[in-house]
Structures are given as structure tokens and as C-alpha cells.
């Protein structure tokens, strides 16, 4: 399932060249909807302070050279085209996917670890939540539970082009009958479809296993681990966005409105509010229970309104749920303009109206070497301008 074949991911929205000019070969681009790619080979670029800004796709500014303002912008839109032109690819990239599971997983006692944690396979602890400023006193009682995480990173194309998704469910989501992946790992007898991850293209309205849950070290079964966040391809740089269970301590254990927040932290010992619930145009009782994040831009600790979005899901509980606006199993679109719509329905990716979607994560298609070459040699010539 998981392979280290060099293709693009996503990093950081610019094109660099270091302090002698040599291209650092660093490249993002949004043509014509959102398609993330960093080259597999980064070099030339030493230091992190010797790499500047020299082209944003949408708004060229600030060129080291100006002579290669108009060649950039030609250059942007020609690796946009090819980079992000074709329909989506087979075939999934992936690192090493960070998850976390839910207080009632055996992972928590058989591991050492706890509902704040932020795994990888093992499993084994990534990120100990008190470095996100949780509380993890588990064996009081008194504990927060991370049950939706993003890097920040994550590739989201609106309606009508959507890309495909990645994840998972709860223990009791059984899956649209005889369709689907979800269905035949959550049915009576088998019933470990939780610690699984699947991947969907809506709308085709079914889905495959991606990951199998003893790939990452958990334990099948319906009292098995519940993998309830997920991120599978980047790392953070530097901030984490998350969100926390409603009855996690932080959240006054069900009193304050933090479970329908988007949180943020440096990995510092603290976190902030990433997204109020009402940029969201949620209910100050839900419970955000899965997201894919795009930051825009530069990674920051604030959300800024039709620049950032995200892809989230409600828990079953949530009163934005109960009141029918959505289902725990649709996955939720926002600019953080203070509303969300629909975008995709729980039966486009092979879950019925009352499963629970709980983990969720997108990642960049792999770039045919036909559609790269072209690029890279403009990214040649670009280099060759700017030194004349």
C-alpha cells in the first residue's frame, strides 16, 4: 500500500532561488482550482535563509531579478496546466501516515499512549499532545481526546472537480450495503472497518481500502482501535491544526464551544483558535470530528475568510446534525466565511445517512514524468533568463 516513489507533494506556495540565484526547485501552484506539488528533488537551496520569494502564481511580486517577472508568470501558468490540466491519476503517494485513536482504543493501554497523542505505525508516539498544550492525564480521567488533525497542506478542489479523500469511520458505521470496502470490513463477523483507511472519489458513490489497520500496529475488531484522525503525507512546518473531542477536558468536558473549533499549535506547549465555530458557520456545540485543511499562502495561526479553506465533518451528536443541515457521514466545505455547504453526501462516498466519517485527509495525485518534463524544462529556461 504505501510506497516511497518519487512524486510531488506540497510544501510551501512559492518559487525560491537561493542567495547565488540557482533555482531551488520549490513549486505550488492553483490552476485553475487547488493542485499542490513540490519537485521530489530540492536542491541548490542550503539554508532556509537563503531562499527568497521570487514568484507567487496569482500575484507575481517582489522578482529578484525583473527581468524574469513576465517569464515567471508564463512559467507558472505552463506548470499549472500541466501539473494540474489532467483528470485525477491512479495510484496514491503517501510518507508516513499520523493518526490518532479514540479513548476507548487498546492502543491507549497495550502502547503507552494517549487520545492526545499525535501516532504513527507502531503504534508509536509522532507529536506527545501536552507539546500541543492538551491534557493527557488519561488514567484520571481527566483528558483531552485529538479527533481531527491537518498539516495544513491538504489539496481540495471545489464542486464540481473534487479530489479524492481518504478516511475513516467509526466503530458503528456499517457502509452502504454490498458497495464498498466500508461495508465488507464493518460487516457482522469481521467488523474492524474503525482502524481502517479507505479512499472515495465522489460521486461514484463507493470506496476501497487504503490502509489496513494492522499496517499501523492496531487492533482489529468492533473493541479494537478507532483510528479518528488522520494525515498522511506532510509533516508539520511548523504548526499543527486540530481539533478536540467534545467531551475532552479542554472543552470543560462538554461546557465550553473548543470542540467546534479549529485549534492550532507550534508545537510548543500551547495552541490557539485557529477557526471559531461561527467562521465555520457552525453551532457552538458541535463537534468538528474530521478535517483536510488548506492554508493558503504562508502557514499562519489564523484563518482568513475566501483565502483559507477546509473539507470537516460533524459527529453524530452534533446540533448542526440533529437539525438535519448535514449528516455525520457528508463531508462539509468551508471558506470560512461563516457558512459551509455540502461537499460531498455520505452516499457519494459509499456510507450511508447515519455512519460517522471521524478521520479524513487528501493528498496530491502522482504527476505523470510526460506531464513533468515539460515543466521542468521551463524551469530551465526561467533560470537561464534570470542569469542574463
Known amino acids: ?66 527581468r524574469g517577472r513576465r517569464l515567471g508568470t508564463t512559467l507558472g501558468a505552463a506548470l499549472s496546466a500541466a501539473l494540474c490540466g489532467g483528470p485525477a491519476a491512479a495510484g496514491d503517494i503517501v510518507a508516513e501516515p499520523k493518526f490518532s485513536v479514540d479513548s476507548a482504543s487498546p492502543a491507549i493501554l497495550d502502547h503507552g499512549v494517549t487520545p492526545d497523542d499525535i501516532l504513527i505505525a507502531g503504534p508509536a508516539i509522532h507529536t506527545e499532545g501536552r507539546d500541543l498544550g492538551l491534557i493527557d492525564a ?49 460487516r457482522p463477523g469481521v467488523e474492524e472497518a474503525s482502524g481502517d483507511v479507505f479512499r472515495a472519489l465522489p460521486p461514484m458513490g463507493s470506496n476501497v481500502q487504503f490502509v489496513d489497520e494492522e499496517q499501523l500496529g492496531l487492533e482489529p475488531g468492533f473493541f479494537g482501535d478507532d483510528l479518528d484522525a ?20 479542554t472543552n470543560g468536558q462538554g461546557t465550553l464551544d473548543l470542540a467546534a473549533d479549529i485549534l492550532v499549535s507550534d508545537r510548543a506547549g500551547s495552541w490557539s483558535v485557529y477557526a471559531p465555530y461561527w467562521s465555520m458557520g457552525l453551532d457552538e456545540d458541535d463537534d468538528l470530528d ?6 493558503a499562502w504562508v502557514l499562519d495561526t489564523i484563518a482568513d475568510a475566501n483565502i483559507d479553506f477546509a473539507l470537516f465533518s460533524l459527529d453524530s451528536f452534533s446540533p448542526t446534525v ?6 455525520p457521514g457528508d463531508i462539509l466545505y468551508t471558506e470560512f466565511d461563516g457558512s ?15 455512519d460517522e466519517l471521524n478521520a479524513l485527509d487528501t493528498i496530491p495525485l502522482p504527476v505523470p514524468l510526460a506531464l513533468l518534463l515539460p515543466g521542468l524544462a521551463l524551469l530551465g529556461l526561467w533560470r537561464h533568463h534570470t542569469r542574463h
Request: proline residues 6%.
Open 138 to 186: 488519561f488514567l484520571t480521567g481527566f483528558y483531552d481526546d485529538l479527533d481531527a488533525l491537518s498539516f495544513g497542506r491538504d489539496p481540495i478542489n471545489p464542486t464540481p472537480e473534487r479530489n479524492q479523500v481518504y478516511f475513516s469511520v467509526d466503530r458503528v458505521a456499517v457502509g452502504v450495503k454490498d458497495v464498498g470496502d466500508v461495508y465488507r470490513e464493518a
Open 340 to 354: 459551509f455547504s455540502i461537499w460531498a453526501t455520505a452516499t457519494e462516498i459509499g456510507l450511508t445517512v447515519d
Open 1 to 66: 500500500m504505501l510506497t516511497d516513489i518519487p512524486v510531488l507533494v506540497s510544501l510551501s506556495n512559492q518559487i525560491a532561488l537561493d542567495s547565488r540565484g540557482r533555482l531551488d526547485f520549490l513549486f505550488i501552484v492553483r490552476y485553475p482550482y487547488i493542485c499542490t506539488a513540490q519537485t521530489a528533488f530540492r536542491h541548490h537551496a542550503s539554508q532556509p535563509s537563503e531562499v527568497g520569494l521570487i514568484m507567487k502564481q496569482e500575484t507575481p511580486r517582489r522578482p529578484s531579478v525583473a
Open 230 to 249: 488522520l494525515e498522511l503525507d506532510t509533516e508539520p512546518d511548523p504548526f499543527v491544526y486540530f481539533s478536540i473531542d467534545y467531551l475532552s477536558a
Open 290 to 295: 474530521a478535517l483536510a485543511l488548506w492554508d
Open 322 to 327: 440533529i437539525a438535519g443541515a448535514a449528516n
